[in-house]
């Protein structure tokens, strides 16, 4: 199926989408990498509050090229999420209702995403430029030294993506494969 949704999701919206279903995200996303995440720990761990707020949002792992003059942001394409693995599910468990990226997740976090609620959305690897044009406004909202790395605030219009993991743990990885190897 198809849908067209707004972020941030609502619980409402996660309930309706399952693994396999396109979707286009127009709103407000936020953007953090390895070293964000890593950033981001550290100040939950000495107890102050994040730099933005997670309830209800969504991170895309994206760290961007510079922007060609006239745009908001320069290529825009997913990084691998596995490298975020052991940030998310805190991040789930603070409400983060989704995340976009590329690859595979580990059970933790499918564990994380069930209990939550949440999703797990590919964009397309190696399409950055292409995924730049949904992209209509992109403004650093923390951890500006961090550069391509820094947390994001992204407007979003029509941004293409797909469900890999769905609120109830169906995976697409797996499903794709069983359905690929039948005979």
């Known amino acids: 199926m198809e849908y067209k949704i707004t972020a941030p999701f609502d619980k409402n919206t996660i309930s309706?989408?399952?693994?396999?279903?396109?979707?286009?995200?127009?709103?407000?996303?936020?953007?953090?990498?390895?070293?964000?995440?890593?950033r981001m720990?550290?100040?939950?761990?000495?107890?102050?509050?994040?730099?933005?707020?997670?309830?209800?949002?969504?991170?895309?792992?994206?760290?961007?090229?510079?922007?060609?003059?006239?745009?908001?942001?320069?290529?825009?394409?997913?990084?691998t999420a596995s490298r975020m693995d052991k940030?998310?599910?805190?991040?789930?468990?603070?409400?983060?209702?989704?995340?976009?990226g590329k690859g595979k997740r580990s059970k933790?976090?499918?564990?994380?995403?069930?209990?939550?609620?949440?999703i797990y959305l590919a964009?397309?690897?190696?399409?950055?430029?292409?995924?730049?044009?949904?992209?209509v406004e992109s403004e650093v909202v923390a951890y500006d030294d961090l550069g391509t790395e820094a947390i994001r605030k992204l407007r979003v219009e029509n941004f293409p993506a797909i469900v890999v993991?769905?609120?109830?743990?169906?995976n697409l990885y797996e499903t794709a494969i069983k359905e690929f190897c039948r005979e």
Not at 16 to 38: E, F, N, P, Q, W
Not at 43 to 72: H, K, Q
């Open 16 to 38: 309706k989408l399952r693994s396999g279903d396109m979707v286009y995200i127009s709103g407000d996303i936020y953007t953090a990498r390895d070293a964000a995440h890593k």
């Open 41 to 79: 720990k550290e100040t939950l761990d000495r107890g102050e509050a994040l730099p933005m707020n997670i309830e209800g949002n969504v991170i895309y792992y994206m760290g961007p090229s510079p922007a060609r003059e006239g745009r908001p942001i320069g290529s825009a394409g997913p990084t």
């Open 87 to 100: 940030y998310a599910p805190e991040l789930l468990d603070m409400g983060l209702s989704g995340m976009i």
């Open 108 to 118: 933790e976090v499918l564990d994380a995403i069930v209990r939550n609620k949440a």
């Open 123 to 135: 964009a397309i690897g190696g399409a950055g430029a292409l995924l730049s044009k949904a992209i």
């Open 165 to 170: 993991i769905d609120s109830e743990g169906n």
